[in-house]
């Protein structure tokens, strides 16, 4: 369905004094800038956002809207058609993702744990559950039901799925100073980038493999928990010391059977945008060229 690289948002110095004029007369005020202008409600029709004038800093930012089906020819193209050139434009967040068809949401956050993650959050809503295994000012790690958010939006790409079929999708956002390489010639370089660093992979082992009763009885605990709330959120409750030894004494890495190898769909993901290999519509302008 999708992978690779699904947002990107850019701080430029500059802007092409056509996009610059258009966002003073036609933007409005909001978000920390003073002219902001969705470029595809233009007569340009460009699936990007244009900030002008920071009011802080009196920068500028573009974003490109649903990044993920434009691909790096395309954005790099409408980055610079807006901002004049490459030179002075830095990525300021870059979002990574892979969607797992006839996986649940649960069925991922049940043996996914961050062991330095700090905080968890947990979502339950009619747009369908998101679990955060990490959330701060520089990386965002979660879970979601992407099936049920296009289903509900009516998305074309719903129809793909099948009445009751699973897809989920798990994303790393990197923020700020959580992005590692600010450079937009350097978008090749997050290939070789662990995005899913410090992710593990667990399940608990079968209450019947425990063989003491009270350890059976704690092995039937968790094994409730972690149903309901995720293998992240059920460890964080206890203190470091004691995660470590729950997690010896009752859990075990997942077979790779088991699960698709997550790390490398990504990978495969990011190749595909950066090869400008779109398996979804991509954006086209009024005039059909891509």
């Known amino acids: 369905m999708s992978g690779g690289i699904d947002k990107l948002i850019l701080l430029c110095v500059s802007v092409a004094e056509t996009f610059y004029q258009l966002a003073r007369e036609k933007g409005v005020r909001r978000w920390g800038y003073g002219h902001v202008i969705d470029l595809r409600q233009t007569n340009y029709a460009l699936p990007a956002i244009l900030y002008c004038d920071g009011i802080h800093n009196g920068r500028h930012k573009i974003e490109i809207v649903d990044a993920g089906r434009v691909g790096r020819r395309r954005a790099l193209k409408i980055i610079k058609r807006i901002a004049g050139n490459l030179s002075g434009v830095r990525i300021c967040r870059i979002d990574f993702c892979v969607d797992l068809f006839g996986i649940s949401v649960w069925d991922l956050a049940r043996v996914c744990y961050i062991g330095r993650a700090q905080s968890y959050q947990i979502y339950r809503t009619r747009k369908g559950d998101t679990v955060y295994l990490q959330r701060t000012d520089a990386r965002t790690v979660q879970i979601y039901d992407k099936g049920k958010l296009l289903r509900l939006r009516k998305h074309p790409r719903a129809r793909m799925l099948r009445p009751g079929e699973h897809l989920t999708r798990i994303e790393v956002q990197l923020k700020g ?15 070789d980038i662990d995005l899913l660093a410090g992710i593990q992979f667990r399940r608990l082992i079968p209450r019947s493999n425990q063989e003491k009763p009270l350890r059976s009885m704690a092995a039937a605990y968790l094994a409730d928990e972690v149903e309901h709330f ?17 997690q010896r004494l009752f859990t075990e890495e997942i077979d790779g059977n088991e699960l698709p190898d997550i790390r490398q769909k990504m990978r495969e993901g990011i190749q595909d945008w950066l090869d400008d290999r779109i398996t979804f519509p991509r954006f086209r302008e009024p005039d059909g060229e891509e």
């Open 230 to 246: 995720g293998l992240h959120a059920v460890l964080k409750r206890y203190p470091s010391s004691q995660r470590a030894y729950i």
């Open 177 to 191: 100073g959580g992005v590692p390489l600010k450079k937009l010639r350097q978008l090749d370089r997050y290939l």
